[in-house]
């Protein structure tokens, strides 16, 4: 039988993205400069018209000065931990 993981909570970490903009006072424009990313995808993702990718998330990480493990975490916002298998 297989199990799969729940769905990703990409809106958890879309808001948390939005979180930390808005924390900086930052526009879009000034969060694309820094990730060096257009506008148009820096609002595409914070409105969840996109998912992104991982390098993408690499650069606002690196933008935002956060770890890319602390905006991924967020994936899993309101999951159960995973079980360990048996061994």
Known sequence: MTIFPPEPDLEAMRLELSRLRAER???Y???AE????????????????????LRTWHALAHAL???VGGLLSHLCDNHQPPVPPAQ
């Open 29 to 31: 424009d000034e969060l």
């Open 65 to 67: 000065g956060a770890s």
């Open 34 to 53: 820094r990730s060096g990313l257009a506008r148009r995808t820096v609002i595409e993702i914070e409105q969840g018209r996109t998912v992104g990718t």
């Open 25 to 27: 006072g930052w526009t």
